[in-house]
């Protein structure tokens, strides 16, 4: 049972006035086409977040302790979230990714790995690099959250324009410099936005 356009919903009634979200940057969204959605981590509430604000569904790579929680553990594949062993390489969650990317999906993730304690945005992983590469023709889309989460006051969520990887590819650049140009877009954003 699919329950993400419930929950997108019910997230979105709570979520939208409280946070005073705005979407900027919604039409850089590719309309189909795989496409690697890289954010900034800044609070546990962005999955949700980029989930309400993303016009497609998102497929969210999740650290799996939280499918060992009872209730997560029986939720998160209900709104299209997969497990991946955080600090090792995953074969099975790399190759999850890959494919889902390559069926034209969309798949979130946070190249930082982890929240940023300071809301400053941290160095990426090769991860993210690796899988823009592997994706077949998926495209990249930078995306920024700009807090911070407080009651009333506006949350940002920018949508950049789509990095198309085919340059990377045929060059066979590596995933380190992948990810640094797609956290170098991120960071764009932030500056340009916050």
């Excluded at 919604?26 to 016009?55: A, M, R, S, W, Y």
């Amino acid at each position: 049972m699919n329950l993400y356009p419930l929950g997108k919903f019910l997230i979105g009634t709570v979520c939208y006035p409280l946070y005073r979200i705005k979407v900027i940057g919604k039409e850089n969204f590719p309309k189909q086409g795989g496409v690697l959605l890289c954010t900034n981590h800044i609070d546990n509430l962005d999955p949700p977040i980029v989930g309400i604000t993303c016009p497609r569904t998102v497929h969210f790579m999740a650290k799996e302790e939280l499918f060992d929680k009872p209730v997560l553990k029986t939720l998160l594949p209900k709104v299209q979230a997969y497990p991946v062993k955080r600090g090792m390489s995953d074969r099975e969650a790399f190759r999850k990714t890959i494919k889902l990317l390559r069926e034209d999906k969309v798949v979130g993730l946070f190249p930082e790995g982890t929240r940023s304690k300071t809301g400053e945005i941290g160095k990426g992983l090769a991860g993210a690099g690796f899988f823009a590469l592997k994706g077949g023709e998926a495209k990249v889309v930078p995306c920024a959250i700009i807090g911070p989460y407080k009651a009333f006051s506006q949350l940002k969520v920018v949508y950049g324009e789509a990095m198309d990887m085919t340059a990377y590819r045929e060059r066979k650049a590596s995933a380190e410099e992948v990810t640094e140009a797609i956290m170098a877009e991120i960071s764009k954003l932030i500056e340009q936005y916050k």
